[in-house]
């Protein structure tokens, strides 16, 4: 429950006070250092990042409303400033199922750009595509689409990211033999050695 002087020490903040906004730091520091601490895997980056949530929140405590708890407003600077950390720190993988995919993409890419043929290697995509359930075509959509990253994927949907990849590695496999079924390509152990 919120101390009752909290719209007071706002309002102080507002005017500049710094003594009313360490106030308010104190009382929400631990609060805001967990909700980062939960979602990174280091408790520097927590650290630092609450540090940054507060300078924020200082630099516009004006946009802050008196009438309202504090506290949604701080964690949703922290969002913010998580997501932002996240963009900035993603991992540049190297040999990983990343960077493969991103090749075996481009590759398929350069194939469908020169594919002029009613019927062409795109098209059967888009149908194998359709032809999944909801929930595959949604997951394979958040991946490749939208650029979810595995550990979002999983967070999202409560599952363990081996598992996600799992599921994606089948549907990959799923859409492959569905478009080389479409397009009359036959695996060939001679070809595939």
Not at 1 to 16: F, G, H, S, T, V
Not at 35 to 41: E, G, I, T
Not at 56 to 75: E, H, N, Q, S, V
Not at 97 to 124: C, T
Request: hydrophobic residues 40%; contains cysteine; proline residues 4%.
């Amino acid at each position: 429950m919120e101390p009752n002087d909290e719209p007071q020490l706002i309002r102080a903040a507002q005017k500049r006070d710094l003594g009313a906004f360490a106030i308010l730091v104190q009382r929400h520091h631990a609060d805001v250092r967990a909700c980062l601490a939960v979602r990174l895997r280091n408790s520097h980056d927590a650290e630092d990042l609450a540090q940054e949530v507060f300078m924020t929140a200082f630099r516009r405590i004006g946009d802050c409303d008196p009438g309202r708890p504090i506290k949604p407003w701080f964690r949703g600077i922290a969002m913010k400033l998580l997501a932002n950390f996240r963009r900035k720190h993603r991992p540049e993988l190297v040999g990983s199922h990343e960077e493969l995919q991103a090749l075996l993409d481009a590759g398929l890419e350069s194939k469908f750009a020169g594919e002029e043929q009613e019927g062409g290697a795109l098209e059967a995509l888009v149908d194998c595509l359709e032809r999944l359930e909801n929930p595959a075509r949604n997951l394979l959509r958040a991946r490749y689409e939208e650029g979810e990253s595995l550990d979002e994927l999983s967070a999202r949907l409560g599952r363990k990211a081996s598992a996600v990849s799992m599921q994606l590695h089948r549907l990959r496999i799923i859409l492959g033999d569905c478009v080389k079924g479409k397009l009359g390509i036959l695996d060939h152990p001679s070809e595939t050695a």
